[in-house]
């Protein structure tokens, strides 16, 4: 008993150690289950796996096929790569002030705010699909009707053609996930000392001024973690178009309009059954992701450092 | 007169910024509220053209059926997994991605920018294929119907690592740590003591982010827990609507009644943990 | 001044890359060498009317409705009192995704899987998932003789395996409303081509009523519907080219007729049009019969049920039954049972169509009294018969692995063709340049 204790002391008052003791149940748990599913994903990229068995190595032909007879996958990067700044990284410019808004304690109603704006996080996708149906619908939806009543002009063929079904996604993504991001900057605003506007306002600062100084230099290790998941999640989409534009009865919808990567990854993988090839995109998209999220890194550094 | 030429345009600020946060209120929640619509209505008058944008009178009859006529799926049994899955997922998840997310926002320690950028990476691979060599782990570890393939392999996870870290690096003063040491407080004090409780809105915001993933996650649970008796809401709503034949008001009902809790538990939760300046929670 | 420490971290990161790559590729090579050990080899056990057998049985959509009601049936507990199902269901997406999961894994299914056509050849012509039922003690071909033909072979890899046994199918025909086609003075009962159901709908088509909901509704029926039927026999994709080509053909006339309504499958207003008089004729399966009076358009009196234009013979779907190879070899025999039970009993084969109108497979019900019987919903005419007729003379069609990646690419096709983005004759060429580059 004493020497558990006695060990205990050494680490709980070891500054050298604690900190790997705090990280080591990340690692451990990794190790059992990050690491096998990786590792073989790797082995997959590097042989013609199918859904069932293996039909031996094939060294880089699962990557370079990409790059050269592939069909669509050059078009699915171009998707996810337009998805991703409409879809994406849009959100970002109207979850900040959203949430400075609701922060602020004379906004009367703010935690209504922030519960109504927050629910697409959670409304079941049942619900969504059938409402984006409603609203998308070609002859029947709201938007169409507003769009050729109100502004006069034609219909667009939202689900129906390849230019609007990226349009589609996109407002489906910024309103599903603008609430999400807002709680997520919510949380950042409450690390500033409030002290801090008090001083600037004394200085004579306006509102719009004191969040330019204050607050968004202070956010920036949040904006860095909402804009990393945004980078992630956009490179990694795939629910969306995949619900939005009927799974795996097309690829990616009429002229391949929602293909995205990942909807191409899990096409070729659980709908064609060549294992080996979507794990090779795992990889390509992986190496993609590592790089867009350093430069992100990078980018953020600076700012923080001046 | 001075005072009233200032006060006008102020007022017509105020009053835009209300209807516009109205606006996007409205637009933001008509779905969810949606969800009860459908569930209201008996079958018949579902899905109506013009769609009915007030409750129809079958709430109880549909909710009635569901808990105490079917027979097809345990739905109070499933309920209450999901609960006791999503709190013990979120439990384990805020202490370990906490502690970890510590370490790396407030100690200075070799391997640490490596460390810190090795979780990041493990975040960037797509995690697509990974059920297949997942499944048969969880298999070759007899964990198929049990709780644990749900919560143990998520707990350390790095997304709420980063998102800690992220949040403590700035709001978490230095001094006060070093004050808390010359307390007397070791390590394992200082976390638990001084800062899970300055962490606060960022356990928040992870708390929920954690349960409303647990709570929605289907795939995995219909995989990973295939005994009906030991699964989740989310398997078995999808079975009953498989099952029921049809009955989409039962089904419709349920999916509802299972999101309403998430709306009320972040309601609760970011009223105590992320609501503005009030808590007073660093100084500076 | 690059310092010692720097030197220090940048050797220390190489070799902590090095001893990643290491560990890497040791993993590979220990999986590698696991491979993955099937019970294909097992030897199955004969089936033991003594023991006591505990089933699981996964399925999709409403089929636990049926079977559930089946095997809890006296017939069946006093033919097989020692065997118990229980369930795993789910819908369609799901459970295939579970299925295909546990497959690709090599790990253990339910006892009893279900199946849509489109999985068998991926599971089987890529590996040996499903178990070889024409092997002893299965025996299948002695016991499969009265299962409607086509569905057989559907059933069947290019090899000859017979790897699912066909439980339930989806004859196509022609679903219309009497009393509004002939109040404009049209007629669908027995259209000899599709020239002249575009000829008719003309007449129908007006005043916010249309022929059919979609344009696409009709692109899969001239290739049965798609159910099969993508490669020639010699392993062409998308020949012969007149077979597409007509299909493409039939959905621009379709949509250039103006005669579709250009709904979105499944929305509201889709459901709706056919209780509101908005359509008046949809090809489907015959499961869609039961889908129209029990729920879609209950209060409607004139919809009837004819022959496809021409008389094309199409199945759009059906249902499979088999037995994973990961299924332990004590349970196979009794599975076995299960499966010739639901599949070839006249019981079960009416009891099913009678609780979720999935149309037998076992040919000999088609003799049975209730397939004659008026059907009051479709104005008292025996429509089953037709539904049996076009089961009967459905032709076979080749089944490939491919068949999933060739669909999904024409499913996008078609798209482009309603919204006049392509040529028929563009579409079909850009669609088999995009087959090309995925199949090999």
Redesign the interface.
């Known amino acids: 008993m004493t020497a558990i204790t006695r060990m205990w002391d050494k680490i709980g008052f070891n500054q050298k150690l604690a900190p790997y003791v705090f990280v080591s149940p990340f690692f451990i748990l990794f190790l059992i289950f990050g690491l096998y599913p990786i590792g073989y994903s790797f082995f997959m990229s590097l042989f013609d796996m199918r859904l069932v068995g293996n039909r031996g190595f094939v060294g880089l032909a699962n990557y370079t096929r990409l790059f050269t007879v592939d069909e669509f996958f050059g078009t699915a990067v171009i998707n996810t790569v337009i998805l991703l700044f409409t879809g994406s990284l849009l959100q970002h410019v109207f979850a900040i002030p959203m949430a400075i808004i609701v922060n602020s304690p004379r906004v009367i109603g703010r935690h209504t705010f922030k519960a109504l704006f927050f629910a697409p996080f959670i409304t079941s996708t049942v619900a969504t699909v059938i409402i984006f149906g409603m609203v998308f619908d070609h002859n029947f939806g709201l938007l169409n009707w507003i769009i050729e009543n109100v502004l006069g002009m034609e219909g667009i063929r939202w689900t129906a053609r390849s230019g609007p079904i990226k349009a589609t996604i996109s407002i489906l993504l910024n309103w599903r996930f603008i609430g999400f991001n807002m709680v997520i900057y919510l949380a950042g605003l409450q690390g500033i000392p409030r002290e801090l506007y008090e001083a600037a306002a004394i200085d004579g600062a306006g509102t719009v001024q004191q969040h330019r100084m204050i607050t968004l230099p202070l956010l920036i290790p949040i904006i860095f973690f909402g804009v990393s998941l945004s980078l992630i999640g956009g490179f990694q989409l795939f629910d969306e178009p995949f619900v939005l534009l009927g799974g795996y009865d097309t690829v990616g919808g009429p002229g391949q309009g929602g293909l995205t990567i990942a909807y191409y990854l899990m096409i070729l993988g659980f709908k064609n059954g060549r294992l080996g090839r979507g794990a090779a995109i795992a990889w390509v998209l992986f190496f993609i992701i590592l790089i867009v999220t350093t430069v992100n890194r990078l980018i953020t550094n600076r700012l923080q450092k001046k | 007169m001075k005072k009233m030429s200032i006060s006008a345009p102020e007022a017509v600020k105020t009053g835009a910024?209300y209807a516009s946060?109205a606006g996007?209120?409205f637009?933001?929640?008509?779905?969810?509220y949606?969800?009860f619509i459908?569930a209201s209505h008996p079958?018949?008058t579902m899905?109506?053209?013009p769609?009915n944008l007030w409750f129809g009178g079958a709430l109880w009859d549909n909710v009635h059926r569901l808990i105490f006529v079917q027979e097809?799926v345990p739905f109070l049994v499933n309920y209450a997994n999901s609960v006791m899955i999503a709190v013990l997922t979120v439990v384990t998840t805020l202490f370990?991605c906490t502690?970890?997310g510590?370490?790396?926002a407030k100690?200075d320690?070799r391997g640490?920018k490596?460390?810190f950028?090795f979780?990041?990476?493990?975040?960037?691979?797509?995690?697509?294929?990974?059920?297949?060599?997942?499944?048969?782990?969880m298999?070759a570890f007899g964990w198929i119907n049990r709780w644990r393939a749900l919560i143990?392999?998520g707990?350390?996870?790095?997304?709420g690592?980063?998102?800690m870290r992220?949040?403590m690096?700035?709001?978490i003063p230095n001094a006060l740590l070093d004050a808390a040491?010359i307390d007397g407080l070791?390590?394992?004090?200082i976390?638990t003591r001084v800062a899970f409780p300055l962490a606060k809105?960022?356990m928040?915001?992870l708390a929920?982010?954690t349960f409303?993933g647990s709570w929605?996650n289907?795939?995995g649970a219909?995989?990973l827990l295939?005994r009906?008796q030991s699964t989740t809401l989310t398997?078995a709503l999808?079975?009953l609507?498989?099952?029921?034949?049809?009955e989409f008001g039962m089904v419709?009902a349920g999916?509802?009644i299972?999101?309403l809790p998430?709306?009320v538990i972040?309601?609760l939760a970011?009223?105590q943990?992320?609501?503005?300046?009030?808590?007073g929670?660093?100084?500076? | 001044m690059k310092s010692v420490v720097t030197a220090h971290k940048e050797n220390r990161m190489k070799r902590g890359f090095t001893f990643g790559i290491g560990m890497v590729l040791a993993l590979v090579l220990i999986i590698s060498s696991c491979g993955s050990p099937r019970g294909a080899a097992e030897p199955t056990l004969e089936f033991d009317p003594d023991q006591t057998y505990n089933l699981t049985m996964g399925t999709f959509g409403d089929l636990e409705a049926a079977y559930s009601v089946v095997l809890r049936s006296d017939h069946f507990r006093s033919r097989f009192p020692n065997i118990n199902v229980t369930f795993q269901s789910a819908d369609f997406g799901g459970h295939h995704d579970r299925l295909t999961t546990q497959i690709a894994a090599g790990e253990r299914t339910n006892d009893i899987e279900a199946l849509e056509v489109a999985f068998i050849a991926l599971f089987v012509e890529q590996g040996d998932a499903l178990l070889d039922l024409n092997q002893p003690p299965f025996n299948a071909p002695s016991h499969i003789a009265d299962l409607v033909d086509f569905a057989v072979a559907q059933g069947q890899t290019r090899a000859g395996e017979q790897v699912a046994i066909p439980v339930d199918i989806a004859p196509a025909v022609l679903f219309f409303r009497e009393n509004l086609a002939r109040e404009a003075g049209a007629n669908f009962r027995d259209l000899g081509s599709w020239e002249e159901f575009i000829r008719e709908s003309r007449k129908v088509t007006g005043n916010g009523r249309f022929a059919v909901p979609n344009a696409s509704d009709v692109a899969l029926i001239p290739l049965a519907g798609g159910k099969g039927g993508w490669l020639d026999a010699a392993g062409n994709a998308l020949e012969p080219r007149g077979k597409f080509m007509e299909s493409l053909n039939l959905v621009a006339a379709v949509r250039d007729a103006g005669i579709d309504a250009d709904l979105n499958a499944w929305s509201g207003p889709w459901i709706e049009s056919f209780a509101n008089g908005t359509v008046v004729s949809i090809p489907n399966g015959a499961w869609w019969g039961g889908a129209l009076r029990t729920w879609v358009a209950p209060d409607v009196t004139d919809w009837r049920v004819t022959y496809l234009p021409g008389r094309a013979m199409s199945s759009l779907g059906g249902t499979y039954l088999s037995i994973p190879a990961s299924v332990p070899a004590e349970n196979r025999a009794a599975a076995w049972e299960v499966i010739k039970y639901l599949t070839t009993t006249a019981e079960a084969q009416l009891l099913t169509f009678d609780t979720i109108d999935a149309f037998p497979a076992l040919t000999t019900t088609y003799d049975d009294p209730v397939m004659s019987e008026p059907i009051p919903y479709f104005g008292n005419e025996p429509v089953r018969q037709i539904f049996a007729d076009v089961a009967l003379n459905m032709p076979s069609q080749i089944v490939s692995e491919y068949d999933r990646t060739i669909e999904s690419i024409w499913g996008s096709i078609i798209g482009q063709v309603i919204e006049g983005d392509l040529t028929p004759e563009q579409a079909y060429d850009l669609a088999l340049r995009q087959v090309r580059s995925q199949i090999d």
């Open positions: 910024l946060l996007l209120a637009v933001f929640f008509f779905p969810f949606y969800m459908i079958r018949e899905f109506r053209t769609p097809q370990f502690m970890g510590f370490a790396l100690y320690f640490k490596f460390i950028v979780i990041l990476s493990t975040m960037a691979f797509p995690p697509f294929l990974n059920i297949i060599p997942f499944y048969r782990m298999v143990v392999p707990m350390a996870n790095a997304m690592i980063f998102l992220q949040y690096e700035e709001s040491r070791n390590e394992f004090g976390l809105p960022g928040g915001v929920i982010i409303v929605n289907f795939l219909f995989i295939p009906l398997v999808n079975t609507n498989a099952v029921s034949f049809g419709y999916t509802a299972a999101i998430l709306l972040f309601f970011s009223r943990f992320i609501s503005g300046l009030t808590s929670s660093v100084k500076g």
